[in-house]
């Protein structure tokens, strides 16, 4: 569970440091308000939506982290063979990326109203990530070609279902992204096409993020970091 | 009177909202079906998650008429017996508890009790509660399904759970168990976020954290809890579906069943108990938390008295929601661990006794000279204390491993548990239903009904769990169909558990005596006017009971104090509500509304 745990202390630092900021040592039993003032409620200076996307991050990374605990926990048992990844997920990465600084481009075109490279982007990042989709089926078929079937290899087994899970993430994304390029075909740059931009944006840096975790996992890349822990564990 | 109210003004809600931003409901269907207001989601919330645990209420009988009267009753077979005890299980902890806490009490009232006119995302809420409820019918499905419901123990342990020995294991029942959760969990996060981001963002001016009354604090904090555990079950969950339906092997080992061998190999059982109770612990304070901070809010208004501290309150609930994410393996003693591994979870455990503990004295010192009234919501939280303290206590033994040991899988277990996540919990709903339902209705529950149903709960309780104690000390496991004929079992042990079963019938039907009074009152309780117990809390101060959508008419509360200004000297009146300036005069806009 160490990945898992380690995710959590991520989330207990942050929410730490937010609640260090909270006055939680001041004695509410003798304050009282004054009436001309407006006192603050100290919430966080960010509209209800992103705030909401950080929650549902911190979720969605658990979930990630909780797969890679399982990963991590399977790899001891003795059947356990490192997966060779197929060549196409490399290329897929790359088309990960390419949608992450098309839409990173798209924020940048939204914070400057400037709705025609905005429209641009916002396809430009959506075909990128229908292509890593496409390229996610193919990199499956490549596999089951080699001849790993689920029972085979627990690896492969965990091949499936990790990068399954992330796709399954990115559909959901495609679809928020559908929803803010039908926002652009207005006339202007809007309040709220301008968020929905940056809440996109967030969202696929954040599963950049993941799949670039996902990759190393897979490929064997962190295996020495998973002894390392088990050794602190013993 | 020290002026300590901060000067910022960053980001706080309007006090007016224009009419456009709020939700309007357009007919019958959208404002009492299909509707994204905040009370109503909470209302089909609480009636959905309490006729399903009506469902399990029925099934703890014939368990007990099983083991209270083993033979008599022919259609209870062993198979039948274990998809009861798995279904109640579930029922109860999942789809009653957690929804009714987190998605009744949270919905109704987190937006009432920070003063916001409803969540942040209502569309988003209403989802919220046609998933869960499409996960209950997929739930109540796997009754219907061949072979019946899933029968593998409410912690859906495998190898046994996938496989053809246990009820449902090679048919629906697990398949539908496993969807059935797995709604649950999307459907919950979909709250969840709801609840958090309302408490974060939404509160009206003046409701600094500080400042929230602390059921506000115990939902919030098994709500961010809960999102970050429930993904554990979610997990387990798909690798499960995966290694029943496509032959993976993530949790199943090389296995011989009836003779031949199956096509699974290397898988570890154990993965799923980490995942599981890593879920799972946290999930005990996700359905405690809220009761902590409920219980803490009737306890001080019904005695007249400010919450004796509120910050150790505060710093105790955050401190065991993050405690509580790393005792899980204290399940697991008897799973063959690294004595060192237990020892370090047997530390966690007791150390989480100690903002418990701190909570547990603080809602003593509460009621010491403090002007109690008996009221039903009072008799609850007294009731609770009790029980709670009760089922704490037992709870040291089993966190400790030698102790726990020879106690593991035995009705000792049981019987800590339903006493300490159990009964202590229920009754503070009943407590809290008797509290809030004159908000939500304008009536008062009716009183004598009311009396009969408390003390046949509490004094049943009782009887069913005290003596279940010793029946696991004896040596009685758990999970037995019937005990036959051993030694250790005598003839006075098998009419205790006939009194247990008697007596577990009665507390039944004292529930039946409960859901009548709930829609009697409807019609012919007492009126109680907007504020019946004096509160200080903002959801007492609306315009109109209940609430109307908005909650607060024109202008949002300004929030002047905190909410447990009560028996205040020189104050005009024994309880000063948040939003009361006192000793200044409110200002003009604020005196007009």
């Known amino acids: 569970m160490i990945a898992a745990l380690i995710f959590l202390a991520i989330v207990v630092a942050i929410a730490g440091w937010w609640l260090s900021r909270q006055r939680l040592f001041s004695k509410p039993w003798l304050e009282t308000g004054n009436a001309g003032l407006a006192p603050g409620t100290e919430a966080i200076n960010q509209p209800a939506s992103k705030v909401g996307l950080g929650v549902f991050l911190a979720v969605v990374g658990a979930l990630f982290a909780l797969f890679f605990s399982a990963y991590f926990m399977r790899m001891e048992f003795p059947d356990w063979r490192t997966l060779a990844m197929p060549r196409i997920v490399w290329f897929n990465t790359g088309a990960l990326v390419l949608s992450s600084i098309a839409l990173q481009m798209a924020v940048v075109a939204a914070r400057r109203g400037r709705l025609q490279a905005l429209r641009q982007d916002l396809l430009a990042g959506a075909a990128a990530a229908v292509i890593f989709l496409v390229g996610q089926v193919l990199a499956w078929r490549a596999l089951a070609e080699l001849g790993y079937f689920a029972t085979s290899n627990p690896a492969y087994s965990f091949f499936v279902l990790i990068t399954g899970v992330h796709g399954l993430h990115m559909i959901g994304g495609l679809i928020a992204l559908a929803r803010t390029a039908v926002q652009s075909a207005g006339g202007e740059v809007t309040e709220r096409l301008r968020t929905g931009t940056e809440l996109c944006a967030t969202y696929w840096h954040f599963m950049l993020l993941v799949w670039v975790i996902i990759v190393a996992l897979l490929a064997g890349w962190l295996n020495e970091f998973a002894d390392i822990c088990r050794q602190l564990l013993v | ?57 029925v099934l703890s009988w014939l368990i007990r008429l099983q083991l209270g009267f083993p033979g008599t009753f022919d259609f209870i077979t062993p198979e039948a017996y274990y998809q009861f005890i798995t279904m109640h299980g579930m029922i109860m902890v999942v789809y009653l508890l957690t929804a009714l806490f987190l998605g009744g009490f949270g919905n109704y009232l987190i937006p009432l009790m920070v003063g916001a006119r409803d969540m942040v995302f209502p569309y988003v809420n209403m989802l919220s509660f046609w998933v869960y409820l499409l996960a209950v019918l997929v739930l109540v499905a796997s009754f219907f399904a061949p072979g019946g419901p899933t029968g593998a123990g409410w912690t859906l342990y495998p190898p046994q759970a996938i496989t053809s020995g246990t009820p449902g294991g090679q048919q629906a029942g697990i398949l539908l168990m496993l969807a059935s959760l797995m709604l649950f969990i999307v459907g919950f996060t979909m709250g969840g976020l709801n609840y958090v981001v309302t408490v974060l963002q939404a509160r009206t001016r003046g409701m600094t954290l500080m400042r929230m009354p602390l059921t506000v604090w115990g939902i919030f904090t098994a709500t961010v809890m809960a999102l970050l555990a429930f993904p554990a079950l979610f997990v387990a969950c798909v690798m499960m579906l995966f290694d029943r339906l496509l032959g993976t092997s993530f949790f199943m080992p090389a296995l011989v069943e009836f003779g031949e061998q199956l096509e699974y190999g290397g898988g570890s059982p154990i993965l799923f108990q980490h995942l599981f109770w890593f879920f799972g612990h946290p999930e005990v304070y996700i359905v ?45 003693y008897v799973s063959g661990m690294d004595p060192y591994f237990g020892f370090f979870f047997a530390t966690t455990t007791l150390i989480i006794a100690v903002p418990t503990a701190i909570k547990v004295y603080n809602w003593v010192l509460t009621l010491w000279r403090g002007d109690i009234h008996l009221s039903l919501p009072m008799l609850f939280a007294i009731g609770f204390i009790v029980t709670f303290v009760n089922g704490g206590l037992t709870g040291l033994f089993l966190g400790n491993v030698v102790v726990d040991v020879p106690l593991s899988d035995t009705m000792f277990v049981v019987a800590h548990f339903h006493m300490v996540m159990g009964v202590a919990p229920i009754m503070v709903i009943f407590g809290a239903i008797y509290h809030w339902y004159p908000k939500m209705t304008g009536r008062m529950l009716n009183e004598a009904m009311g009396q009969f149903h408390f003390w046949v709960t509490f004094v049943g309780a009782y009887a069913i769990f005290f003596p279940m104690h010793y029946v696991g000390l004896v040596g009685v496991p758990r999970r037995y169909h019937e005990l036959g004929d051993a030694t250790f079992v005598t003839d006075s042990l098998h009419s205790l558990n006939a009194f247990i079963s008697v007596a577990a019938l009665i507390v039944g039907f004292a529930q039946v005596v409960f859901m009548f009074n709930l829609f009697w009152s409807l019609r012919y309780g007492k009126e109680s006017g907007g504020n019946p117990w004096r509160a200080t809390t903002l ?38 509500a948040q939003n009361d300036p006192w000793p200044q005069k409110a200002p003009a806009s604020e005196a007009a509304s």
Request: hydrophobic letters at 45%.
């Open chain 2, 1 to 57: 009177m020290a002026d300590a109210t901060p000067q910022a003004v960053d980001n706080i809600p309007p006090a007016e909202v224009p009419e456009v931003e709020l939700y309007h409901p357009k007919s019958w269907w959208t404002k009492y079906v299909f509707s994204q207001d905040a009370k109503v989601i909470a209302i089909q919330y609480s009636g959905t998650a309490i006729a399903i645990g009506l469902v399990a209420l």
């Open chain 2, 288 to 332: 405690a938390l809220p009761a902590f901070g409920i219980v803490s809010d009737l306890i001080s208004t019904h005695a007249r008295k400010n919450i004796f501290g509120y910050r150790m309150m505060v710093w105790a609930i955050v401190g065991i929601g993050a405690l509580s994410f790393i005792v899980w393996a204290h399940h697991m």
């Open chain 2, 539 to 576: 959801e007492w101060q609306t315009p109109e009971t209940p609430p109307i959508h908005g909650n607060f008419g024109k202008d949002l509360p300004i929030v002047y104090r905190w909410a447990y200004d009560y028996s205040v000297p020189d104050a005009p009146d024994d309880y000063l």
